[in-house]
């Protein structure tokens, strides 16, 4: 079991920057691998970035790619999520997700998420 609490969301001008963290409970967080989704309103949940349980490999939806960077602190039980050069079409809610073995990009893939922190980038 693993229980996940996001935090670091916020307001922010467009081309700005923030740090999402996910701070997590369970005895296995290591062997879990990590992912961030998004929801922004009226739309379907979708895949943001993932990381595997080693932290070795990353995955990046492409319209994130090259401004947002995911990575993990196994001692810490945390996963955080830097964004950069934010844009007024990432806000959203981002929640963290984790699952025991690989990362996937799915949300099905996922069966353990956090409550949500919102996102909101202004023009």
């Known amino acids: 079991q693993v229980q996940l609490v996001e935090s670091g969301g916020g307001l922010v001008q467009a081309g700005g920057s923030l740090r999402l963290s996910c701070q997590a409970s369970?005895?296995?967080?290591?062997?879990?691998?990590l992912g961030w989704f998004r929801q922004a309103p009226g739309k379907e949940r979708e895949f943001v970035a993932a990381?595997?349980?080693?932290?070795?490999?990353?995955y990046y939806a492409d319209s994130v790619k090259g401004r947002f960077t995911i990575s993990r602190d196994n001692a810490k039980k945390s996963v955080y999520l830097q964004m950069n050069s934010l844009k007024p079409e990432d806000t959203a809610v981002y929640y963290c997700?984790?699952?025991?073995?690989?990362?996937?990009?799915?949300?099905?893939?996922?069966?353990?998420w956090g409550q949500g922190t919102q996102v909101t980038v202004s023009s």
């Open positions: 997700a984790a699952r025991p073995g690989r990362a996937g990009t799915g949300t099905s893939d996922y069966g353990y």
């Open positions: 990381i595997s349980w080693s932290g070795i490999s990353t």
């Open positions: 369970g005895r296995t967080f290591s062997s879990y691998a």
